[in-house]
């Protein structure tokens, strides 16, 4: 138990359905981040809030929109995705601290597949 | 974007000594991070490096060369349950993190 949990755990959807992805922290931290893990590929950065503001946007494509309702929960709203769009997603937390050094504590994931 | 290399796979028995080398290039630089990941799970911190040299912790030590852009993470006494992939991370001048693809790890008897 990393203190970062995600549901759902596994997901299959079809290219037209609109899903959500959750995501709660409960350590007080104050930055969250999504991330893509494909097989054989680096975990691959898709967003990051801090303080409840998106801070960086890695040129994901629009189908993937993510919402940070407060400093514990984040969601990635899916919508028309693409079978290439399956992968598993990961969810992290940090205390940003500006020099600080705060590692990233990770959720389970929830395997996506898009069929 | 960030360029971090580490090796696909290594392969080790139990009891030996495996090194994991990770070398990046990063626009700035704000630590250097070494995580465990076992199939199906959520990746685990392991060791944080900012400064040059070793940082001990059990059976696990990672160094840094900041100079080198180059890192390695030794694992001692290897155990069965060490079969994982370890992910090198760096933490560039933006404190964006951005991770290498990982090494696979394969501890036999």
């Known amino acids: 138990e990393t203190g970062v949990t995600q549901t759902p755990r596994h997901l299959v959807m079809g290219m037209t359905n609109k899903k959500s992805l959750k995501c709660e922290q409960h350590?007080?931290?104050?930055?969250m981040y999504w991330y893509k893990q494909s097989a054989k590929k680096p975990l691959e950065l898709m967003f990051v809030?801090?303080?409840?503001?998106?801070?960086e946007n890695n040129s994901v494509p629009s189908r993937f929109s993510p919402e940070c309702p407060n400093s514990s929960h984040l969601f990635l709203h899916l919508h028309t995705l693409q079978p290439e769009d399956s992968a598993l997603y990961l969810c992290?937390?940090?205390?940003?601290?500006?020099?600080?050094?705060?590692?990233?504590?990770f959720g389970q994931g929830t395997r996506l597949t898009v069929v | 974007g960030q360029n971090i290399d580490q090796p696909t796979e290594m392969t080790a028995t139990e009891g030996a000594i495996v090194q994991i080398n990770c070398t990046y290039q990063?626009?700035?630089?704000?630590?250097l991070f070494w995580y465990q990941q076992h199939a199906g799970e959520a990746p685990t911190f392991l060791s944080y490096?900012?400064?040059?040299g070793l940082e001990e912790k059990g059976r696990f030590s990672s160094f840094l060369s900041r100079s080198k852009g180059y890192s390695y993470l030794l694992l001692k006494e290897l155990q069965m349950k060490d079969s994982a992939s370890y992910l090198c991370?760096?933490?560039?001048?933006?404190?964006?993190?951005?991770f290498g693809a990982g090494t696979t790890v394969t501890v036999r008897a």
């Open positions: 990063t626009s700035g630089f704000n630590g």
């Open positions: 350590l007080g931290h104050n930055a």
């Open positions: 991370a760096v933490r560039d001048g933006n404190y964006k993190l951005s």
């Open positions: 992290a937390s940090s205390q940003d601290e500006g020099l600080g050094s705060s590692e990233a504590f």
């Open positions: 490096n900012v400064l040059d």
């Open positions: 809030y801090s303080l409840e503001e998106r801070v």
